[in-house]
């Protein structure tokens, strides 16, 4: 009897400790569950998704087959009961139109539970053809890595146009007498340095969500290119017509290498380099009605008192694409860059125009958010 009591009590205490076990592994799970919610809440939040997830996941059909993979690491959130994150890619095993999720759910104890599920949001068709710019293009100025700014420059962000002010994915220092007009100044990192803003609440943002840049797709712009040049330096002068080009239907100019800008450009219109885009004189459209986008997968250099009206994108997915501006440049448009390197006096003016261009990277996507379709769940 005293042997089977004994049993008996083994068997209670280890039934005890299977439950407890079980009830944690039950409490992780939950917590995956909830990164699973959270990942489709977030990308049902907006068109561009909170935190950008829908842009930093959005791709061409032809990216997916080239073998491409866009990654969402979402941040950790934490419960009185552990915590919970995500992990979402696309597309799923190379399926166009497909996200993978894998959440992973920690419970306070470290039980660990994951789930993968697999999705298709698409994005439904109004029917019209209202368009949203992927968010970095909203700033009069935009790096993605740290943003030092020196001498005495001045940046608008024009809010009222729906533009904005400074934004770095990294640290921002201010050394000189800079003047950020009608815009905030927002790293996702620290701000050192003092500036002045106009108006003086318009703001100073630390550790801000990572806003992605969206890849320059260089074939597609091959493909439909209206003129093409090849080679180490190309000098593009006056003369570049684009008065046909329409917001839907620009007019592209594809540089197979470098190329060298002087002069001026009317219409609306791109030039699109694989390499590199130098500005070594004036670089203007001419025309009210008129409006430019210089695309590079290299640097994009200005000399001497360049204007530049259009906005710049100088952005490679697999390096670095840096906007460098010798002496005094004044760009009305934009500048938007993996690095930029401008010291001096110089103006940033954000405008809005070119964005208006379909062809333009991040554009074309609708301004409702996706539906999502559950294509399968499983426990891993």
């Not at 885009?277 to 203007?284: D, E, F, L, P, S």
């Amino acid at each position: 009897m005293l042997v089977l009591g004994l049993i008996f009590l083994q068997i209670g205490l280890n039934s005890g400790k299977w439950a407890y076990s079980h009830y944690r592994d039950q409490q992780a799970f939950a917590l995956a569950e909830s990164a699973i919610d959270r990942a489709i809440w977030m990308m049902q939040a907006s068109a561009e998704g909170e935190g950008g997830i829908n842009t930093a996941l959005t791709m061409t059909e032809t990216e997916a087959a080239s073998g491409l993979v866009e990654t969402f690491t979402s941040e950790v959130w934490t419960l009185p009961t552990g915590s919970y994150s995500f992990v979402a890619r696309s597309p799923y095993k190379g399926v166009y139109g497909t996200t993978e999720i894998r959440a992973t759910g920690l419970s306070r104890n470290g039980n660990q539970e994951g789930i993968l599920t697999v999705i298709n949001p698409h994005f439904p068709d109004p029917g019209g053809s209202d368009t949203i710019p992927a968010a970095c293009f909203k700033h009069a100025m935009f790096s993605d890595h740290n943003l030092g700014v020196s001498g005495s420059p001045q940046v608008l962000g024009h809010p009222e146009l729906g533009g904005s002010g400074l934004y770095a994915n990294g640290n921002i220092n201010f050394s000189g007498g800079a003047s950020i007009i009608h815009g905030p100044i927002v790293a996702t990192g620290t701000i050192t340095g003092t500036t002045t803003q106009v108006p003086v609440d318009a703001g100073r943002y630390e550790r801000a969500p990572r806003v992605p840049m969206p890849r320059i797709d260089l074939d597609h712009y091959r493909s439909i290119a209206d003129m093409m040049y090849a080679g180490s330096k190309v000098k593009l002068t006056s003369g570049h017509d684009a008065s046909a080009g329409t917001y839907e239907d620009p007019k592209v100019i594809f540089v197979d290498g470098s190329c060298e800008i002087a002069g001026n450009f009317t219409g609306i219109g791109m030039i699109v380099a694989t390499k590199s885009i130098k500005v070594t004189g004036n670089c203007t459209y001419g025309s009210p009605t008129s409006s430019w986008a210089f695309l590079t997968a290299g640097s994009f250099t200005t000399t001497g008192t360049a204007q530049i009206f259009g906005l710049v994108y100088a952005h490679n997915a697999d390096g670095t694409a840096e906007f460098i501006g010798h002496g005094t440049p004044n760009i009305f448009g934009g500048v938007i860059a993996d690095v930029i390197t401008i010291t001096g006096d110089y103006t940033t003016e954000w405008d809005g125009e070119a964005l208006n261009i379909d062809e333009l990277p991040g554009t074309g996507r609708k301004t409702y958010p996706p539906v999502v379709e559950t294509l399968f769940w499983e426990r891993v």
